[in-house]
């Protein structure tokens, strides 16, 4: 199993707090995780940074057209939101039954 190595994964709610495209200007906005790159640590989050792709007509999307997927941004725009406390926080890490779990550093709960 890879390691976790970023402050975030999938299935996390996040706030996006910078970052320079344009397409996601409209800062300060929160997202789930939908892929975390651990290598190229860069996240996919639902409705930030969207970007069209053009679809070719195939037998599933016969009319062809244009599909709007989220872009991937750099992990370092992202903060995570606690799901205790639900505030934006860093994290630190303890080991719990010999796994690593996040720890919200505003309210002290376990994140993972
Ligand atoms: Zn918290």
């Not at 390691?3 to 975030?8: A, K, M, P, W």
């Not at 706030?15 to 344009?22: K, N, P």
């Not at 190229?40 to 069209?52: E, K, S």
């Not at 995570?80 to 994290?91: A, E, G, K, Y």
């Amino acid at each position: 199993m890879a390691r976790n190595r970023f402050h975030v994964k999938k299935g996390d709610t996040v706030l996006v707090i910078g970052g320079d495209d344009r397409s996601y200007a409209d800062r300060r906005r929160q997202g789930e995780v939908l892929e975390a790159d651990h290598r190229a640590g860069r996240v996919l989050v639902q409705g930030i940074n969207m970007q069209v792709k053009h679809q070719r007509r195939t037998q599933r999307h016969p009319a062809g057209g244009k599909a709007e997927r989220p872009g991937p941004i750099h992990a370092s725009n992202v903060m995570l939101v606690c799901p205790s406390c639900d505030q934006p926080t860093r994290i630190r890490r303890r080991v719990r039954e010999g796994t690593r779990v996040r720890v919200c550093r505003k309210c002290g709960k376990d994140i993972d």
